[in-house]
Every structure is written in C-alpha cells, then in structure tokens.
C-alpha cells in the first residue's frame, strides 16, 4: 500500500504537469476599419435567404439539394470522421484496461536446469486470467496537445460542412435564377426572330417592286441569323441550367416546365457588417484559422519528444495449474509500476520533426492571411455589384417601359396608317429586345445578391463552438 501510494502522488504530479509548445494566438491580419462601398442601409441575412426571392419552386429545389446533395454528404462524412478522431485522441489520456487470459502446456527436459519432481513431473499445465494496463502519463502535454489539434480539425470539418452548405444553396440559386431567366430571354428572342423574319419578307416584297437593293437583302439575312443564334444561345443556356440543377439536387432527370411569370422580387441588399466579422462569420476563414491552431498544437506534440516518457504499468489477475483453482485467493497475483523513457540520441529527428511542424504552422498562417484577405476583396466586389446592378435593372425597367409605350403609339399609328411596316417592326422589336435586356440584369442583380450573402458567409454569425 505504500508502494501504491507513492505512484498515486507520482501520477497526480505528473496529469497536472506543463503543456509544451507555443499556445495559439489569433494572427495579427491588417484590415481595413469598414468597406469603401458599403451602403448606409442594409438588411439582415435571414438563415433562409433564398426565401425572400419569393419563388415556391426554388425553395423546393433547395430543400432537395441539402437532403440529396453528394457534396453535402461528404462534408457530413467528413464531420463524422474528425468527430471519431477526436474521440480517439481524447481516449488516449484515460487508462487503457485490457483482459488477459491464456493457457500454456510446456513439456520440460530430462537434461535440463528445471527441476522435475513427482509433484510437478515433465508435463506443465498453467491457466492465467486478469487485468492489464499501461498508461503514459502526459507530463509535458502530449497528448493535450494532441486533443487540442484533433478538436481543431472537428471545427474545421464543421465550418467546411457550412461551408459547402453555402455553396450548394447559392449553385441552385443561381442555376434557377439562369434558367428563369433564359426562359424570358428565349421568349424575347422567339419575338425577335419573328420580326427579323418579317422584315426579310418585307424588303423581299420591296426588292420585287424595286424599293430596295440587294444590301438591303443581305442586311435582313444577317439580323435574321443574328437572331436564331440569340435564341439557340438562351435555349442552350437554359439546357445547361436545368442539369446543372438536376445535379445539385440529386435528380439527373429533372425536366423544370417554362415560365415566363413575373419576375422574382428582388430583396433589399444584405448588410456587410464590418470586415472584422469575416474572421467569424466566413466559413472558410474559420476553416483556414483552425487549420492554423491544429498546425500550432503539433508544435507542442513535436516538441514533447525531447522530454522524458513516463508511463504507468499494472496488472490484477491470477495463475493456477489448474483450471479449478484459478480463481482461489491463493491464485491472485498483481504488478504495479511506472516505467521511465529518456530520449538520449536520435541524430537529430526530433529536431527535424519540430522543424517540418513549425514550417507547417508558418504555411497555416500564410494561407490564413490570404483566405482573409480574399474574404475582404469578395466582400468588395460583391458590393459593387449589388451597387451598379441595383442601378441597371432600374435603367432597364425605364427602357422597357419607354419601349411598351413606344410600341403602343406605333400600333396606334400603324391602324392610322400613319407609319409603315418597317417602323411598325422597330417598335416591336426594341420591346422584345427591352424585355430581354431587364431579363438579363435581373439575372445579374440576383447573382450580385448571391455572391454577396455568399462572400458575408451567409446567415451565420459565430463560430459552432467544439464540446469537450
């Protein structure tokens, strides 16, 4: 008992030792106090973002791809993987108990050293069970550094789950929002072609008739041509679209019916926040960061070679040559110890693999600072975007409006017949081609949207704490 004692006082010495290795301090990454072009205005990112364009449809698309989705499932693997490593890890600081049993004949010779006697004779019989276990104790936190690294890697895996989530959401956002609007653009270009058409018929008539000359001709040939490579441009665009979102949502024979209905509400532009808020909020900021207090855990993990091992040794269980007393009182037999490993001469590898560990975080803290850096030019530029497409589509809806009421004094004067069919077909086309124009930056007004909810990092705000 006094030899137990002694090892218990050892072990509670030893489990509340030092932790060697650099602790992790969040790198200093210069950034800018606020946006350049942030608006004054601006909403909160809703966790479903995608709703406040007001499409049914997308949000079904949606629900699918988060269920069905291949990347998704990956990245959920992946969490589940880190979170078994981290369980592993963990494990390695709690006592390992093993039982033991076994059963051994041994046959010993006449001429031997071993005695042989009418009790024990030349044939040897021995039953062992019990309970092993050998312990090392983490004296210089090895192993806490180790657990600190693999809670570091569960993180990442979590933030790269939101991460993909993010992408996966804003690719079916943007494949609809394709083709919803090649839907309108082919319509508009169907339009086209069909006045194209007829002002080919037209000037044909007046070439008959001598009113116009084969340049003329041509010239309609071309504007026609013009416009069935418009329409097979939509018509192709809207093919891809739809597979690319059959792929998104685990449906590779999705087929989604045309519609040319009103076109999506487009919600207030997302408030940028400040760029400080990227160091939580981004998915792949968070990622890179616990990337880099892994990479500063392996340090300590290195670094602890150098030091003495100490390990804790012990055994509870009993021998008898007889299966029927081996487990009397007389059978019992225990061991119990602490080993000691002092690292004396290993020609420099140790050394070597602190320094390939401090190389490592050296490249963790570049690859951070440039994932923040990017965050901060995506942010920039998504702002703009949203900027100028805001702008755009309000210039477009003038122009067709402009257009329709252009179109409406033509009809009128076409009944008169104030104006003749040429003019007549201007008219209409300039609508057709006004519809497709506010189709097409609609479009890019969503995407601008997109990418800037996406470059925020969507609706989260902190960081998924890891629970011990």
Known sequence: MKHLKHIYILSGVLLTACTVGPDYERPDVALAAKYPEAQVSGVAISDQWWKGFGDTQLDQFIAQALVANADLKVAVARVEEASAGLDDVSGAQLPQIDGTGGYSRTKVSDGGYTPITATNGRTRSLYRAGLATSFELDFWGKLRRATEGAKAQLLGAQEARAQVELAVTSSVVRAYAVLRSADIQARAAEEIRAVREEERRVIEERFKVGSAGSNDQAVAEINLAAAVSVLSDATRARAQAQHLLGFLIGQPDLVVATSVAAPWKLPAAPAAGLPSDLLRRRPDVVVAEQALVAANARIGYAKASYFPTFSLTGTFGSESRSFSNLFSSGSATNSLGVDLRVPLLDYGRTAARVDGAVAVQHQAVATYEKTVF??????????????????????????????RE????????????????????????????SQAAVARVRYDRVIAQVDLIKALGGARVEAVEVKE
């Open 374 to 403: 990017n965050a901060f030019r995506e942010v920039r530029d998504a702002l703009v975007d949203v900027r100028e497409t805001m702008q755009a589509a309000d210039a477009a809806v003038r122009r067709e409006n402009s257009s």
């Open 406 to 433: 252009a179109f409406r004094v033509a009809e009128a004067k076409q009944g008169q017949g104030q104006i003749g069919p040429l003019d007549f077909l201007l008219s209409r086309r300039q609508l057709a081609e």
